[in-house]
């Protein structure tokens, strides 16, 4: 009796793969990385940071949720190598007596998640409305960008007050004296679609009448099908290096929000709230408390916008 067998796809050979990751190592992008040393920095700075934050619950010696871990008797320690520090404070401790390089540690997690998610919000809004004005045309489009006109004339910063505000009373939590993160997530996405609303939409402008949509259009292909699938990928490019610029500007402003008091509460570890503490007693000499997360937020805000403009300058087919 016969064994029916199944043809199985072979895997990629050791040649192959060998191929590829020649191929990737004299592509121009990875030529125009190497070139630039600052770059090269910046992104190991990134990486580092990242990297860090994420592996916080493995690095950081305390817990900040930790409550049995913190006492207010060691509130206001200075760091480890002035006088007064304790050595399991490295970079001594808040008001709450919680370690400072833990709590940055998690703060720069918190942050770079509301900033991530908080790009990929005003993503989904952005391309979206940037292919529907940019396809449909007409008065769709003559509405959709007369709101975004009039969006940017409000800072982004007013724009995400006013929707953490809007949020906070509709659902009570102003009463509390904290926001959610997914209240700075949203305020921050909504602030922040416009320009790649504006960028689709002037590529969708030049995509719509190329053959390839005419020819989708003439099998009977559905108006969200040709904008989704054929029009999306080609107008994709310019829109992956603004996210990465836009991160370091969303990372910003929940800092800044939370600076101000309307982003995370106290409890919750987050770079502008520490800030925010450690800006009260820094005329009092504790320094640390407010030095060291700024430095941090700096680092993070810095390193991210120069590998946003480096990969900007790489992928102009113009400065090539």
């Known amino acids: 009796m016969a064994v029916e067998t199944t043809n199985l796809p072979a895997p990629p050979s050791r040649g192959a793969l060998r191929a590829a990751l020649s191929r990737v190592l004299r592509s121009d992008l990875v030529y125009s990385f ?83 998610c ?22 769709i489009d003559m ?17 995400a007050l006013l929707v953490d505000g809007v949020a906070r009373v509709l659902l009570g939590t102003h009463k509390t004296g904290g926001g959610e993160s997914w209240i700075l997530i949203l ?54 290096v603004l996210a990465t610029i836009n991160l370091a500007l969303a990372i910003l402003t929940e800092a800044t929000l939370s600076f101000l008091g309307v982003g ?6 987050s770079l502008g709230t520490l800030i925010n503490i450690g800006n009260k007693f820094l005329f009092a000499g504790e320094w640390w408390i407010v030095i060291f997360p700024s430095i941090t937020l700096a680092a993070l805000v810095l390193t991210v916008n120069l590998v946003g403009d480096w990969l900007r300058d790489a992928l102009n087919p113009k400065l090539r």
Request: proline letters at 7%; a positive charge.
């Open 264 to 269: 995370l509460p106290p409890s919750e570890p």
């Open 187 to 240: 305020s921050i996405g909504l602030s922040y679609w416009v320009p790649y609303a504006r960028t689709v939409r002037s590529s969708t402008l030049v995509e719509r009448n190329k053959e390839y949509v005419q020819a989708a259009r003439i099998i009977g292909l559905s108006s969200r099908a040709i904008m989704f699938r054929h029009v999306l990928p080609n107008v994709t490019g310019p829109v992956f």
């Open 118 to 139: 908080s790009v990929l919000v005003a993503l989904a809004i952005g391309v979206t409305l940037g292919l529907v004005a940019g396809y449909f045309g007409g008065r």
């Open 143 to 159: 509405v959709l960008m007369r709101i975004a006109d009039v969006q940017l004339t409000f800072p982004a910063i007013l724009t």
């Open 34 to 116: 190497t070139r630039s040393k600052l770059t090269m920095l910046a992104g190991l700075v990134s990486l580092i940071l990242i990297g860090a934050s994420v592996a916080a619950p493995l690095i950081a010696p305390h817990s900040p949720y930790d409550l049995s871990t913190i006492s207010l008797l060691d509130s206001h320690t200075p760091p480890a190598w002035i006088q007064g520090g304790e050595s399991r404070f490295l970079l001594g401790t808040d008001d709450q007596g919680r370690d400072l390089f833990s709590i940055i540690l998690y703060g720069t997690r918190a942050s770079i998640f509301i900033g991530v």
